[in-house]
């Protein structure tokens, strides 16, 4: 008997982004599973978006102004940041528009800087 056995190749990390909040597919959220807070910017010239977890007590020590700290709700299966003004700035910078279900781009973890990074440039279709 010759039996192969069936292992699923892992998932991608996905965000998702609407014109309201960014959702992150489960295999993303496994690095925002501990974040108390986040801390998201972009890069234009490389077409990126990048969202830093912060901890409690790294968002809570005080040297990171409230207006740069950013909610995260963290569920099992996605994590959503939601954020409207960032998605104008986000959408006015890169030109872009947004399904109603929302725009899926590939993601990647920053081992190097602690952050994810959203590929504006390599949209999931």
Known sequence: MSIQWFNETPKAAVATLTSANITFNKTATYYFETAYQV???????KSIIVVKPLSKAVALRGDIPEQSRYNITVKSSYSRVTNKAFIQTISEQFELTFAETGNKYSSTWDEKNNFLVINLKEEII
Do not use: H, Y
């Open 39 to 45: 801390m998201m910017g972009f890069d234009k010239d």
